[in-house]
């Protein structure tokens, strides 16, 4: 296993180089090169190492970083990679929460937590498949971003699965990544298509904007607001005739959301002010608690941003 640990900080130094000179005039020089390594890799990684072999990731992050490099060469590899993500992407997490008192039924991972009305709970899941989902939905971001337009045709296999992991509840950090390769993927099969992509992923940017701002959770507002504004600025920026990206009813929409986006900020920034005075009257609050607070305050302050942004977004873009 210390063998397989050192290639694969092998395998990440040489994406690290390949990074280094993929923003150069003339790649010319490094081009062989790089195609020779991807190759290698491409292989390596369709021949199926094991679940524990940490050059798994490793190669997957640096096929990414080699894609950077190849732009429109990458499609050639991108059939040996797609399958692999494919699966690592779908696998379940086996996630279950069951009352504390309950005898193990699992060999996954466990904890207990205390959930309001509920008591205390035993939650557990898979962590292994957290970490090959979690980095396949990784490495879907950086390759839909670095292979840019040239990523058009992988769009239709992997949109079932990128837009059900938009809305994923068990882990946050892979549908920040769901959403934003979401983004790469309108930019990558253009107008007018990414107009009609985007008008039928709306229902679920609406829904669980609503369920979200109803269960007071600023920080699931930020992420899916960000992700609409940044749509739309991608979108701005890559269409030239089909500028109209939403229809009347979703923009009528997305009034009230953010409205009640910033009632909700108001009414957080209103609850910790409250929380310091109280605390700082009983004499409760050393410095640490003050520095977690302004952070936190921070946090919402920077959901209002968000909010903001999006309106500038759709007043520029739908002004007339």
Not at 136 to 153: I, R
Not at 227 to 253: K, V
Not at 275 to 290: C, F, G, P, W, Y
């Amino acid at each position: 296993m210390e063998a397989k640990k050192l290639r694969a900080k092998a395998i990440q130094t040489i994406g690290s180089i390949i990074t280094s000179v993929a923003d150069n005039e003339d790649k010319e020089p490094f081009k062989a090169n790089v195609m020779e390594i991807t190759t290698h890799l491409a292989t390596t990684l369709q021949n199926r190492l094991s679940d524990d072999d940490p050059q798994d990731e490793a190669i997957k992050d640096t096929l990414a970083q080699c894609a950077g490099f190849l732009g429109q060469e990458f499609t050639q590899f991108m059939p040996m990679l797609l399958d692999q993500l494919m699966i690592d992407a779908q696998l379940s997490l086996d996630f279950k929460m069951e009352s504390a008192d309950m005898p193990s039924t699992t060999d996954n991972m466990e904890m207990k937590v205390k959930i309001k009305g509920m008591g205390e709970q035993k939650v557990s899941m898979n962590t292994d498949a957290l970490v090959r989902k979690t980095g396949a939905f990784a490495v879907l971001q950086k390759v839909s971003e670095n292979m840019g337009q040239a990523f058009g045709p992988f769009v239709e296999p992997l949109l079932p699965i990128v837009s059900q992991h938009m809305s994923y509840e068990h882990s946050k950090g892979i549908r920040k990544l769901a959403l934003k390769t979401f983004k790469n993927m309108l930019v990558a099969i253009g107008e007018p298509q990414n107009v009609q992509l985007l008008q039928q992923a709306m229902p679920m940017y609406i829904e669980q904007l609503n369920k979200a701002l109803t269960r007071h959770d600023d920080k699931t507002t930020k992420i899916l607001i960000k992700s609409l504004a940044n749509n739309l600025r991608a979108m701005g920026s890559a269409n030239e005739q089909t500028t109209q990206f939403l229809t009347q009813e979703q923009i009528n929409a997305l009034g009230p959301i953010l409205k009640s986006t910033l009632e909700l900020v108001a009414s957080l920034k209103a609850a910790h002010k409250t929380v310091i005075q109280q605390s700082k009257a009983a004499l409760e609050l050393d410095e640490e608690d003050m520095e977690n607070i302004k952070d936190e305050m921070a946090q919402v302050g920077r959901v209002a941003s968000q909010a903001m942004e999006l309106a500038g977004q759709l007043v520029e873009k739908f002004k007339d």
